[in-house]
Nanobody
Framework: VQLQASGGGLVQTGGSLRLSCAAS????????MAWFRQAPGKEREFVAG????????TYADFVKERFTVSRENAQKSVYLQMTNLQPEDTAEYYC???????????????????WGQGTLVTVSS
């Protein structure tokens, strides 16, 4: 599976962005998918994820109902709608796929096998 993330950019505080992740490969529909982010000088952290059929969705506490993760299996795509963005949301955002998980949504990046190249989100104050 290859993942291609897009949609990042520069936005002002309070603004919105929608990230997209396009997948290739036949097994996408069987994988749990997630978004992670990594700010400069910080470790990569879990943002949001959903299982293979989208029935189980998990968010990091800092999302606080500002972000919405979704997937369209027919399009082999995963999305992250982000609203009310804050400067602390500035980071490189990565989509990831977990081949060993279809029902659960792990939060550790060690459980994810496939990674996109990242898309940069910059929130100006």
């Amino acid at each position: 599976v290859q993942l291609q993330a897009s949609g990042g950019g520069l936005v002002q505080t309070g603004g919105s962005l929608r990230l997209s992740c396009a997948a290739s490969g036949r097994s996408f529909n069987d994988y749990t998918m997630a978004w992670f982010r990594q700010a400069p000088g910080k470790e990569r952290e879990f943002v949001a994820g959903l299982n293979s059929n989208g029935g189980r969705i998990t968010y990091a506490d800092f999302v606080k109902e500002r972000f919405t993760v979704s997937r369209e299996n027919a399009q082999k795509s995963v999305y992250l709608q982000m609203t009310n963005l804050q400067p602390e949301d500035t980071a490189e955002y990565y989509c990831a796929g977990a081949a060993r998980f279809s029902a659960l949504v792990p939060r550790s990046d060690k459980d994810y096998d496939y990674w996109g190249q990242g898309t940069l989100v910059t929130v100006s104050s």
